[in-house]
């Protein structure tokens, strides 16, 4: 059995579910960057994170992405169970921000294991009510809180996904999860180093 499923889901499924999983499912490794779903995309099999982390972004009709949430270790994405459920095109955009393990169970498994275990009815129904409220989360933070608020979270969200104080990203591909432009979040980063809070490097953003 892979031994990262056993790891992972063994407090989830029963020994008989992780045996079917094991069995059916496509075992994935790929490094960060790499584009796992695409809009418009139809979606043939589920993924199980094993490890790492992965973006789910929502593009604009300009193509402009606006970050909605964060998958990882032992999540599945909400998105793509939709997708999957009702034979539909992708809506969002997955991708790889660190390299991870994962495994893709085939869509006509899903239906057949909600009817046969109750352990797989729940960890689908809670990946649904996990997801929802981290995307009403960023709703709230688009709606309510200033760009420099939204910017010192997104640093924080960061930090646990990373676990690391350095992140290694461009002060671009900021601007491009928040959906403001390059200048705004370079402005803003600057006041943080000002502020004592972060301090900012060639490659990377050290957070003080």
Same mark, same amino acid.
């Given at each position: 059995?892979?031994?990262?499923?056993?790891?992972?889901?063994?407090?989830?499924?029963?020994?008989? =579910? =992780?045996?079917?999983?094991?069995?059916?499912?496509? $075992?994935?490794?790929?490094?960060?960057?790499?584009?796992?779903? &695409?809009?418009?995309? $139809?979606?043939?099999?589920?993924?199980?994170?094993?490890?790492?982390?992965?973006?789910?972004?929502?593009?604009?009709?300009?193509?402009?992405?606006?970050? =909605?949430?964060?998958?990882?270790?032992?999540?599945? *994405?909400?998105?793509?169970?939709? *997708? *999957?459920?009702?034979?539909?095109?992708?809506?969002?955009?997955?991708?790889?921000?660190?390299?991870?393990?994962?495994?893709?169970?085939?869509?006509?498994?899903?239906?057949?294991?909600?009817?046969?275990?109750?352990?797989? !009815?729940?960890?689908?129904?809670?990946?649904?009510?996990? !997801?929802?409220?981290?995307?009403?989360?960023?709703?709230?933070?688009?709606? $309510?809180? &200033?760009?420099?608020?939204?910017?010192?979270?997104?640093?924080?969200?960061?930090?646990?996904?990373?676990?690391?104080?350095?992140?290694?990203?461009?002060?671009?591909?900021?601007?491009?999860?928040?959906?403001?432009?390059?200048?705004?979040?370079?402005? @803003?980063?600057? !006041?943080?180093?000002?502020?004592?809070?972060?301090? =900012?490097?060639?490659? $990377?953003?050290?957070? @003080?």
């Amino acid at each position: 059995m892979i031994p990262e499923l056993q790891a992972n889901y063994k407090t989830f499924f029963e020994p008989e =579910l =992780l045996a079917e999983i094991n069995d059916v499912a496509t $075992f994935k490794e790929v490094d960060a960057g790499i584009d796992l779903i &695409r809009p418009g995309q $139809f979606i043939k099999s589920m993924p199980l994170l094993l490890s790492g982390s992965i973006k789910i972004m929502r593009a604009d009709e300009d193509g402009n992405e606006l970050l =909605l949430y964060h998958l990882e270790k032992g999540d599945t *994405c909400a998105m793509t169970l939709t *997708c *999957c459920m009702g034979n539909t095109k992708s809506e969002i955009h997955a991708v790889t921000e660190t390299a991870a393990k994962l495994i893709m169970i085939p869509i006509g498994k899903m239906e057949e294991w909600s009817s046969k275990y109750k352990s797989w !009815r729940n960890f689908v129904f809670n990946s649904y009510h996990t !997801r929802m409220m981290e995307m009403l989360e960023s709703i709230d933070n688009i709606a $309510f809180n &200033r760009m420099d608020e939204r910017l010192e979270n997104y640093l924080n969200d960061k930090i646990e996904i990373l676990n690391s104080k350095h992140i290694y990203i461009t002060h671009k591909e900021i601007s491009q999860d928040l959906h403001t432009s390059r200048v705004v979040i370079s402005r @803003l980063l600057k !006041r943080m180093e000002n502020d004592h809070k972060i301090k =900012l490097h060639r490659s $990377f953003i050290e957070v @003080l």
